[in-house]
């Protein structure tokens, strides 16, 4: 039912909207359907662009890399790797908002080396250190394997 009318009416209504739900009700539906993004939010599907990249109009040697359907996890990350790298001299980035899904890294880099060379030089690292993980864990593994027989209720 639509409300018409000032915000203190509005907001009258919705008080007694919820009195008239149980409690439990009203803490199931608000906690699973407010702020609920879509279903295919982080899924890829064909045709989507995942990259963009935009050169800054007041700085040299400087760009915007807009990643859809990401977040923290691949931001803080690549912001963090860039940071080690000499040749840039600011990195940074943002989510626009918290129901958008895409992250806004920013990188400028000295005259040395340009923003991509500088993110594509991040990304191999990172991929170098998870190869790292990736073989240590293995590692482990096996050695977990041989004292099977000692500790079988780990396998």
């Known amino acids: 039912r639509r409300v018409h009318g000032t915000l203190s009416e509005c907001l009258f209504f919705f008080r007694c909207s919820l009195v008239s739900f149980p409690p439990v009700f009203r803490f199931r539906y608000f906690f699973t359907h407010m702020n609920k993004p879509p279903a295919d939010w982080n ?3 064909e045709g989507d662009v995942k990259l963009t990249i935009e050169q800054d109009t007041k700085l040299t040697n400087a760009c915007t890399f807009i990643v859809n359907k990401e977040d923290h996890t691949l931001g803080d990350v690549l912001r963090s790797k860039l940071h080690e790298n000499d040749d840039v001299l600011f990195v940074g980035y943002k989510i626009p908002h918290p ?6 890294l920013k990188v400028h880099c000295n005259e040395n080396t340009n923003p991509v060379r500088a993110v594509h ?3 191999d690292e990172v991929f170098g250190e998870l190869d790292d993980l990736e073989k240590q864990f293995q590692e482990q593994v096996d050695q977990m394997k ?3 027989d000692v500790l079988p209720m780990f396998m």
């Open 43 to 45: 899924i890829d599907v």
């Open 99 to 104: 129901l958008t899904h895409n992250i806004h």
């Open 121 to 123: 030089e991040a990304i």
């Open 146 to 148: 041989k004292t099977a």
